[in-house]
């Protein structure tokens, strides 16, 4: 069973290829399920990189990881993925995508009048 803000063994399996190709030479890697748990876990808890729990592994490589995947595209592929199949379950229509802008509250200087006392 996966923890708090952690991956499940089915979820996993959906992006294991993206996230972590074989490795052919150079030193071993740390696990990159690990280091993803721990990326999820900053992003969803909202808490600092060195408040990182010691089960995902030092926070300088976690972060380095999530730099690294941030730079070369990996997230964007997971997403595109993602994507991919659910439109193959069914589940998303490309066509019915819209912004809902009513929970969205803007200022009154957001649409070009000053702010009050203004001159």
């Not at 740390?30 to 993803?36: F, I």
């Not at 060195?50 to 976690?62: A, N, S």
Request: charged share 30%; net charge positive; aromatic share 10%.
């Amino acid at each position: 069973m996966a923890g708090r803000y952690e991956l499940s063994d089915q979820r996993w399996h959906m992006i294991e290829d993206i996230v972590s190709p074989p490795q052919t030479m150079g030193r071993p890697r740390r696990d990159d399920r690990q280091m993803l748990n721990g990326i999820l876990w900053i992003l969803c808890s909202g808490a600092q990189w060195r408040d990182l729990p010691e089960r995902y592994g030092p926070w300088k490589t976690v972060y380095q990881r999530f730099r690294q995947w941030r730079d070369d595209g990996t997230f964007d592929q997971i997403l595109t993925c993602l994507h991919l199949r659910l439109r193959e379950d069914g589940y998303m229509d490309l066509d019915t995508w819209m912004v809902d802008s009513t929970s969205i509250r803007a200022t009154r200087s957001a649409s070009g009048a000053g702010k009050k006392g203004d001159r």
